[in-house]
């Protein structure tokens, strides 16, 4: 990695860390795995071992607004576990926003992974080795989303990007409401090289901690809310409707860097007929 890179992507961490307020509690609740995992004010750790994983949902659910965390993964051999924290509607026909985080064996990074669901599909895989230890400090992973676009920061850098183009027979999720869901469970069938790394017991339990959940979004109340969380909202305005230079700069540096996977380029799996959105500008 040359020099100058490594001092620019300094300058952009320095600079540009958002650390999350709120408290876990006030706004999550431990839907499976509560016997080895615990929450207290805004502090959770998540347990995977061969009883179960584990998992929180939100008391609420959403329409749009920025959903933020700091996490610390997994340390050590995490082969086969994956941390998962998204964004989900209910039913087939679901909406989804995904961070997850594949562990690895010991001495290799893990895989920041991507995706986002309309109407049930899927198929929108975008993969990140990510530039620092994710094991060792918390880092801050960020769902911006609103009409215009959605957005995934990591520590306030912007790593992609998926925009609104409903009015072009493209699917978005603007009119589903979803909760925040994070998870640790065993998934040695996939996660790691496609399932030969499986998941070694003895380095059992998994914990992955969590601090200062905010969810800065705009609450469900029915219907009525796909209008009113639209419009005149905080994550509506005009700097919310396209990334800064600045911030263009920083994705680009992270994607001709860290990006190690795209839907988009995989030509082997749609035979050459790309999704729509491939062929639109996406930021």
């Known amino acids: 990695m040359a020099s100058y890179q490594v001092l620019s992507l300094a300058f952009f961490i320095s600079f540009h860390l958002v650390v999350a307020n709120g408290i876990f509690s006030d706004n999550m609740y431990i839907n499976w795995g509560a016997h080895h995992s615990?929450?207290?004010?805004?502090?959770?750790?998540?347990?995977?071992?061969?009883?179960?994983?584990?998992?929180?949902?939100?008391?609420?659910?959403?329409?749009?607004?920025?959903?933020?965390?700091?996490?610390?993964?997994?340390?050590?051999?995490?082969?086969?576990?994956?941390?998962?924290y998204y964004l989900s509607s209910t039913g087939d026909k679901h909406d989804e926003i995904d961070f997850e985080f594949l562990g690895n064996v010991s001495g290799k990074p893990y895989i920041i992974h991507t995706n986002i669901f309309t109407q049930g599909v899927g198929d929108r895989e975008q993969q990140f080795y990510p530039w620092f230890d994710p094991t060792t400090d918390y880092h801050n992973?960020?769902?911006?989303?609103?009409p215009i676009a959605v957005v995934w920061y990591v520590d306030d850098i912007p790593i992609r990007v998926f925009r609104n183009y409903q009015r072009q027979g493209i699917g978005y999720p603007n009119a589903q409401a979803m909760r925040v869901y994070s998870s640790l469970w065993n998934a040695d069938n996939w996660a790691t090289r496609g399932g030969l790394d499986k998941i070694d017991w003895n380095s059992a339990p998994f914990v992955a901690k969590y601090r200062n959940f905010r969810p800065r979004a705009c609450f469900w109340h029915g219907p009525v809310s796909i209008t009113q969380c639209a419009v005149n909202n905080w994550y509506n305005s005009p700097q919310y409707s396209q990334?800064?230079?600045?911030?263009q700069g920083q994705m680009a540096w992270i994607r001709?860097?860290?990006?190690?996977?795209?839907?988009?380029?995989?030509?082997?799996?749609?035979?050459?007929?790309f999704p729509s959105e491939c062929f639109k500008p996406q930021y």
């Not at 990334?243 to 911030?247: I, P």
């Open 38 to 84: 615990w929450m207290h004010g805004d502090d959770l750790q998540l347990v995977l071992d061969k009883s179960s994983g584990s998992g929180v949902q939100s008391k609420g659910t959403f329409l749009f607004g920025s959903i933020e965390a700091l996490i610390k993964l997994v340390p050590g051999n995490s082969a086969g576990t994956v941390t998962a």
């Open 141 to 146: 992973y960020t769902i911006h989303w609103n």
């Open 243 to 247: 990334l800064s230079y600045d911030k």
């Open 256 to 273: 001709n860097n860290y990006m190690i996977y795209d839907y988009c380029k995989d030509a082997k799996r749609f035979n050459g007929q």
